[in-house]
């Protein structure tokens, strides 16, 4: 991989026809040494977040080698980086075929259920081993979530002590666990608590012993508009709501992040292709890496890189992508100068996470290049940028502006809208 100081050399250098991924190693490695050195928990990477080999190298290098996979090919991928990585099934719903591939041809020994009926497919396709690890998934409240991950998977409230049973009677000489998902990009550290603590409810009710409690994923990064606590407040109220959970000394604790350790290490350079007003056509859209941009409207942060600064104002912009969809549309608003041209290219941040992992080769498209690159991140948990990127971006003089408008007491306007 080409590694360039920042990304106007590679623009200058050659201009890139395919969009490229720049990617930020450091800002993995930080983020690994941040969980490693703050929260009391073994850390498996939650691979579908971002599949990249160079992530995966570089989480190995850094003390992560333990890995929450969801298929057969997550599991090759990581296998064939790392031989001799921990690798947790943490998919509640499985093919036989693959479960039995994951046990038998990958050395795969810890799988997660949501069912009894999922719990006997484990057993049955793995021969009733009696190293398995077993964890159960748990159904919690996504308040605070951008992304709700409990819709589809979790066993309830209600149904959970009989599933926690059978699941500790179906262990033998392996480990039987705990696990939920708050959301993904949570943005209330209390949300890890309370789910602690109803899934505590549960195991007090069941009288189980409890080998794992694993905490899932949902570490929030930085985008527009959304600034979330420091990550030491997740942590605290983690340690705080293991402390409080009926478990034992012994009781490990794991936590399965994707988001916060990828989001910032990549983002996306792609060229203008076209622009009509206020719209500009680019070379990477929904069916490429912008698949959030799109379907949850996310205003990702934009740079111009271009030779020579644009003295313009800023404006904001939607984007169309590549293919001939008309759902290939990202309303944004992106802010870029007034005076963007076919032929710029635009950084588009904060994309290392269900970015490039949701790239499709729809209508042609989607093939990315990679290249590394040494600037900051524009936005960071781990201290190598601000934590909190404005969702308006505007000149110096805008900005002023609004600082003096935002200070003035709200008035009866602004107490409504809190209510709602
Ligand atoms: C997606 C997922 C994760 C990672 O979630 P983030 O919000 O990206 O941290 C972790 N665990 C499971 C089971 C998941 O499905």
């Known amino acids: 991989m080409h590694t360039y100081q920042l990304p106007l050399d590679l623009v200058r250098q050659r201009s890139p026809e395919r969009p490229v991924a720049l990617v930020r190693p450091r800002s993995v490695a930080v983020a690994a040494q941040w969980f490693q050195d703050n929260l009391k928990a073994d850390v498996f990477y939650a691979v579908k977040a971002n599949p990249s080999r160079w992530i995966i190298e570089v989480l190995v290098e850094n003390g992560v080698n333990a890995f929450d996979v969801a298929s057969l090919a ?67 409240s996504a308040d605070g979530a951008a992304y709700s991950l409990s819709g589809k998977f979790g066993v309830s409230p209600d149904q959970a002590p009989a599933l926690l049973q059978a699941t500790r009677h179906a262990v033998k000489d392996g480990q039987m666990g705990v696990s939920f998902h708050v959301g993904s990009q949570c ?24 080998d ?13 508009g959304m600034v ?11 340690h705080r709501g293991f402390n409080e959970m009926p478990v034992s000394e012994t009781t490990e604790l794991w936590c399965e992040p994707g988001r916060a350790l990828v989001a910032e290490a990549s983002s996306v350079l792609c060229r203008v292709d076209l622009r009509k007003g206020d719209a500009l056509y680019l070379n990477d859209g929904s069916y490429g890496s912008l698949f959030d941009a799109t379907h949850s409207r996310w205003p990702f942060p934009t740079k111009l890189v271009r030779d020579g600064e644009s003295s313009s104002e800023l404006k904001p912009y939607r984007f169309y992508g590549p293919t001939c969809d008309s759902i290939d549309h990202m309303p944004g608003p992106f802010w870029l100068p007034a005076d963007v041209q076919e032929g710029d290219f635009i950084e588009i941040g904060m994309m290392g996470a269900y970015g490039v992992a949701m790239s499709t080769g729809f209508n042609g498209y989607g093939e990315h290049e990679i290249a590394a690159v040494e600037d900051a991140p524009m936005g960071s948990m781990y201290g190598l940028a601000p934590r909190s990127i404005p969702t308006v971006r505007t000149t110096a003089e805008e900005n002023a502006r609004k600082v003096v408008r935002l200070s003035r007491p709200k008035g009866k306007a602004g107490q409504r809208k809190r209510k709602r």
């Open 187 to 210: 943005m209330r550290p209390s949300a890890y608590e309370a789910a602690m603590t109803q899934v505590g409810r549960a195991i007090k009710k069941a009288g189980v012993f409890v």
């Open 74 to 140: 997550e599991i090759e991928l990581v296998r064939s980086v790392s031989p001799n990585a921990r690798l947790a099934f943490m998919h509640p719903v499985k093919s036989r075929g693959a479960i039995k591939a994951a046990y038998a041809d990958h050395g795969v020994r810890t799988f997660v259920l949501d069912s009894h009926d999922e719990l006997d497919k484990i057993l049955e396709s793995t021969g009733h081993a009696d190293d398995l690890n077993l964890i159960v998934r748990m159904g919690v």
């Open 212 to 224: 794992i409690v694993d905490v899932g994923g949902g570490f929030p990064s930085v985008y527009p």
């Open 228 to 238: 979330p606590p420091d990550l030491s407040e997740y942590a605290d109220a983690i």
